[in-house]
């Protein structure tokens, strides 16, 4: 009986359906309530991707030597606490007689199973990984070069965006002019980042 009190003190409040954030990570919901069948219920405009918001009108296209950055102008600025790159097509190679290409990074046996597509300001400045310094490769974990997407997250401090401002995708061993001559490929990426 008490039970049937508590809902039907929802129906008094709630029988108009409304908007109801609660249980919705970022986006709301939308409330029912049926006074003959006494239940409530919610649908919530949010799935496993709406956090994350697109930031490139088209692919970020980037090769591997010959300064062939790729760039990408942010629409909306922001704090953001984490990036996400989808690999849409193409492949990347730190050594193309020794080594297999992969999406992100490279295979060779010197330097390990490594990722090395890093995101930089327009001067060049490495954003993400948020390195400490310059440094060529790294690992994610969960993540292979060969990785359908990769994502930076848990930032020492959230990276601020601001409208219009032009992001560049590079391949490490291009933006430091590393042994890039015996570099192959091109691939194109999309971004996403999750804002706070
Ligand atoms: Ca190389
Ligand atoms: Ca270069």
């Known amino acids: 009986m008490q039970k049937k009190n508590s809902i039907n003190q929802i129906l008094t409040f709630n029988f108009v359906p409304q908007i109801y954030s609660k249980s919705c990570h970022v986006l709301p919901c939308l409330l029912f309530c049926n006074d003959i069948l006494h239940f409530c219920i919610y649908f919530c405009f949010s799935n496993i991707e709406a956090p994350w918001r697109k930031l490139n009108a088209a692919p970020v296209c980037f090769g ?19 990036v996400k790159l ?15 290409s992969s999406n992100w990074g490279c295979y060779a046996t010197n330097v390990g199973t490594v990722l090395g597509t890093v ?10 990984p948020d390195f400490d310094g310059l440094q060529m490769w790294y690992t994610l974990p969960g993540y ?53």
């Open 64 to 82: 591997s030597k010959d300064d062939q950055f790729g760039r990408f102008n942010v629409e909306v600025g922001g704090s953001v606490e984490a």
């Open 86 to 100: 989808i690999h849409v097509s193409g492949w990347v190679n730190c050594d193309v007689v020794h080594y297999n």
């Open 119 to 128: 995101i930089t300001t327009s001067n060049d400045v490495i954003l993400l």
């Open 144 to 196: 292979n070069p060969n990785s359908k997407e990769i994502v930076f997250k848990g930032f020492k401090n959230p990276l601020l965006l601001t409208s219009g401002q032009e992001l560049r995708i590079w391949y490490s061993e291009d933006l430091q002019n590393d042994t890039e001559d015996d570099n192959g490929g091109t691939m194109c990426a999309d971004v996403y980042a999750m804002y706070i």
